[in-house]
């Protein structure tokens, strides 16, 4: 199994325990409350948990770096750059 399947379906195998499972073990006079807590807490958990997920596969703010560091890494990489950048507008 590759490895990037492997959080997903662990997560949602916890969270589809707690919010389809436990609530057949919901007992006193409130039962009917506790339920439908345990499947709205698992829904909502599950549901931020992957948004927080889904936005670390595809950043979509990154470092912001002088243009000191960008030479610094560019040379150290291997990939020297010129000092000066054509930028066409």
Same mark, same amino acid.
Do not use: H
């Given at each position: %199994? ?14 589809? +325990?707690?919010?389809?499972? =436990?609530? +057949? +073990? @919901?007992?006193?006079? /409130?039962?009917?409350?506790?339920? #439908? #807590?345990? $499947?709205?807490? @698992? @829904?909502?958990?599950? !549901? +931020?948990? !992957? =948004?927080?997920? %889904? ?11 002088? %243009? /000191?560091?960008?030479?610094? $890494? @560019?040379?150290?990489?291997? /990939?020297?750059?010129?000092?000066? $950048?054509?930028?066409?507008?």
């Amino acid at each position: %199994m590759d490895s990037e399947w492997v959080p997903p379906i662990v997560i949602t195998s916890i969270w589809a +325990f707690i919010g389809i499972i =436990c609530p +057949f +073990f @919901a007992r006193g006079p /409130n039962k009917g409350v506790t339920q #439908c #807590c345990l $499947m709205l807490t @698992a @829904a909502t958990c599950w !549901l +931020f948990w !992957l =948004c927080c997920y %889904m936005t670390q596969l595809n950043p979509l703010i990154g470092p912001k770096l002088s %243009m /000191n560091e960008i030479m610094i $890494m @560019a040379r150290e990489w291997g /990939n020297p750059i010129k000092d000066t $950048m054509d930028v066409v507008v």
